[in-house]
Nanobody
Framework: VQLQASGGGLVQAGGSLRLSCAMS????????VAWFRQAPGKEREGVAC????????TYADSVKGRFTISRDNAKNTMYLQMNSLKPEDTAVYYC????????????????????WGQGTLVTVSS
């Protein structure tokens, strides 16, 4: 399984970015995927998760109403649309996956995922 995140960059506060995660080797029928982020000096935290058939998703409170996770199983790609970005959203964003269906209550725990991408840096200037 390989996960490849892309789409990061520098954006002003209030702006938008869309991250992509190309997934290979992860069965789209069952796998659950998620976005995490890690700011300098902080622990990695869950941002959003989406189940295999887009039949369930969850978000961290800090991004609810601003970020939207989606996936296109035909293209084996997951997305994170980030709107109304804030300086505190600055971090390296990682995509993560697992081959089985996830319980949403644990969907934002790093320990719930087996596969990780390499990360893409998002910098939001004030």
């Amino acid at each position: 399984v390989q996960l490849q995140a892309s789409g990061g960059g520098l954006v002003q506060a209030g702006g938008s970015l869309r991250l992509s995660c190309a997934m290979s080797g992860l069965a789209s029928d069952y796998g659950s995927v998620a976005w995490f982020r890690q700011a300098p000096g902080k622990e990695r935290e869950g941002v959003a998760c989406i189940r295999s058939r887009s039949d369930g998703s969850t978000y961290a409170d800090s991004v609810k109403g601003r970020f939207t996770i989606s996936r296109d199983n035909a293209k084996n790609t997951m997305y994170l649309q980030m709107n109304s970005l804030k300086p505190e959203d600055t971090a390296v964003y990682y995509c993560a996956g697992r081959a089985t269906r996830i319980i949403l209550s644990s969907a934002l725990d790093t320990s719930s995922y087996v596969y990780w991408g390499q990360g893409t840096l998002v910098t939001v200037s004030s």
